[in-house]
């Protein structure tokens, strides 16, 4: 079948289970709700009693933010993926996971509110990157070499996850110690209007500029001259793609916590599906990304009373759909 | 119209300059042959040359104009590059390969659109390779390869083409598709084009002029007939040569036949061990 077909029939299948799963998912949970109220709730009249307080507060914000997490990481990971030339990176590359966490870790030890821990994950996520940044202008001058930012980032990530491990190593085990723990395996629990409100317009911009940039995209990932003698402005094109991964992924982590995997996964079976054009990689990672998450986030709530931490699931999950696609299609898509 | 190198020399870091007031030019419709030993700079000209590298003194000037004084993306809507032919870490269907390179063409926010696959189709059938349209580069022989990158420089609809040892690690057969498909350009195009090459049988089958990389600095250059003699290829690859001229079905060809190593004398000329 010619290719633009089946991506588009593709997407239009993927986008129909997202509207699908996302009403699915706001009837599900402890509290079920009748999908007869969910519809009346979101299209005819709002109630004023507890399902409609669960509705609003809770389930709409969460599974925003599962979708927008989902297709975040994951657009973040092509795009990174392109940039360095490199089929393993993921979002966390650079660092911005490590210096995110350190950040949310450090606000759950000094007894800040949600606002301060999400505030401060976002700009020690920031953070990080900018200090790779510092770092490869330091040794590299004006135009480094992507394998030195690569460098500088594992350098940068290390030693965020150091000063991770020593606030875990200094909080109390009794109760600030456990709360990490599980920030740190991720959770769409926490997510409240607000938090969501405050991170969904920074994953949307960053998104979206990896959206519009896709194009540009395979010529980053061809060599440094080949890219130049395309008449691409790399210093520009760079810096834009770096800023939009990192801020993305800095605004996931900082309302979700770790989210392993997505970053990966999911570009991979684009690729495998469409091969590695990224006007069709970022496109699908997005809503691949998205329905992904949603279905993981809502498993992770419904299969217990006690939610599973979503990383765990993402890897239980994702590892053995990624071994299956991979016997199916034959590798990743050369 | 013409691209010209003046008086340019590089030098990595602190080192002696590995290029030394090198100039030439190349006019429209001709083709300039570089040569010269492993190690000399024949890669670092080019890069320098379409301004990859810095020119630490002199100057790269097209059709009058510095290089430095182009923005953005109007000097590759002229200068079309073709890098050695390397599998790239993500492989792409030969035709979205070639769509590439529309790029000069594109806004960073902009995709390519049914006027840019044209150009990129007729950029395949001219370089003879509609046939790979829907192959994914990752299984491509090296000369199918080459072509497909040739053709994506094409797409640019460039009048300087600029190629880094097209030829090299190309089967026999191959060689001559690339050497062909080269002097075609120029003959029916009108495209100018530079090229670095190890086989001075190539240079003399398709170049005009050439410029001779001796190392230390030195060069020469001149039209190729006059610069690609025995005597000056004995002083460039310190190998006993001789060109031997032979009229075939109307056409001359000449052949380079290596005789033997020559050794170094103490500063002196090559010679016979």
């Known amino acids: 079948m010619d290719q633009r077909r089946k991506f ?11 509207l699908a799963f996302s009403l699915a998912a ?11 109220r969910v519809l009346r709730e979101l299209f005819v009249e709002r109630g004023t009693d507890n399902v409609h307080t669960t509705i609003y507060n809770i389930r709409i914000p969460r599974v925003i933010m599962a979708l927008a997490a989902g297709a975040g990481l994951a657009a973040s990971g092509a795009a990174f993926q392109s940039l360095f030339a490199n089929p393993l990176a993921t979002p966390d590359t650079l660092g911005v ?91 769409f629990s926490g997510v409240t209007r607000a938090s969501m409100l405050l991170a969904l317009p920074l994953i949307a911009a960053g ?23 395309m008449g691409v402005d790399l210093r520009l094109v760079r810096a834009l793609v770096i800023a939009a991964a990192a801020m993305t992924t800095a605004s996931v982590v900082s309302v979700c916590g770790v989210i392993g995997w997505v970053g990966l996964l999911i570009p991979h079976i684009a ?41 765990i699931l993402t890897a239980v999950i994702g590892a053995p ?3 299956l696609l991979l016997r199916k299609t034959g590798g990743l898509s050369e | 119209m013409s691209i010209e190198v003046r008086a340019g020399t590089f030098a990595y870091g602190k080192n002696e300059p590995i290029l030394r007031d090198v100039s030439f030019s190349a006019e429209t419709g001709e083709t300039v042959a570089i040569l010269g030993p492993n190690g000399v700079g024949k890669t670092t000209l080019i890069k320098c040359l379409l301004g990859f590298l810095p020119w630490e003194r002199g100057s790269t000037v097209i059709d009058g104009r510095e290089l430095r004084d182009f923005r953005g993306r109007e000097l590759w809507q002229r200068v079309a590059y073709v890098p050695q032919a390397r599998k790239p870490a993500f492989s792409y269907l030969a035709e979205d390969m ?58 640019a609809e460039p009048e300087y083409l600029v190629l880094d040892e097209p030829e090299s690690g190309l089967d026999f057969r191959n060689q001559l598709v690339v050497l062909d498909l080269i002097a075609r350009l120029c003959r029916d195009r009108r495209l100018t084009v530079i090229l670095n090459t190890h086989y001075p049988d190539h240079a003399l089958r398709v170049s005009d002029k050439a410029l001779l990389l001796f190392g230390n600095g030195m060069h020469l250059f001149g039209r190729t007939e006059h610069i690609l003699t025995e005597e000056h290829m004995r002083a460039l690859f310190g190998v006993d040569i001789a060109v031997r001229r032979e009229r075939l079905n109307g056409k001359e060809y000449a052949a380079v036949l290596p005789l033997e190593i020559l050794e170094k004398g103490e500063n002196g000329p090559w010679t016979r061990p």
Not at chain 2, 109 to 124: K, L, Q, V, Y
């Open chain 1, 97 to 187: 996971a490590n210096g995110a966490s350190f950040g949310a870790a450090l606000g759950i030890l000094l007894g800040g509110g949600a606002f301060q821990v999400q505030a401060l994950a976002l700009v020690f996520g920031v953070a990080a990157v900018l200090l790779v940044f510092a770092v490869t202008r330091g040794v590299g001058g004006r135009d480094p070499s992507m394998l030195m930012v690569i460098l500088a980032g594992l350098v940068i990530s290390s030693l965020f996850s150091a000063l991770v491990s020593l606030i875990k190593y200094i909080a109390d085990p009794q109760d600030v110690l456990p709360v990490i723990t599980f920030w740190l395996m991720g959770r």
């Open chain 1, 8 to 18: 588009h029939i593709w997407m239009a299948v993927t986008a129909a289970l997202i």
């Open chain 1, 321 to 323: 759909v990624f071994i």
């Open chain 1, 26 to 36: 706001l009837c599900m949970g402890q509290f079920r709700i009748e999908p007869g």
């Open chain 1, 207 to 229: 998104t979206g500029l990896i959206f519009l940039l896709r194009f540009r995209l395979n010529a980053l990932s061809l060599s440094e001259d080949e890219a130049r003698a």
């Open chain 2, 98 to 155: 070639v769509l590439l390179g529309r790029s000069p063409y594109l806004g960073d926010f902009s995709m390519p659109g049914a006027r840019d696959r044209e150009i990129a189709a007729e950029a395949m059938e001219l370089a003879g390779i509609s046939r790979l349209r829907g192959r994914s580069c990752a299984h491509l022989s090296g000369g199918e390869l080459q072509l497909v990158l040739i053709a994506r420089a094409l797409a």
């Open chain 1, 271 to 311: 690729r495998m599906l469409f091969g590695n054009d990224n006007r069709y990689v970022v496109p699908a990672s997005v809503l691949f990304g998205a329905l992904f998450m949603l279905a993981v986030d809502t498993l992770a709530r419904c299969v217990n009373t006690a939610e599973i931490p979503v990383s």
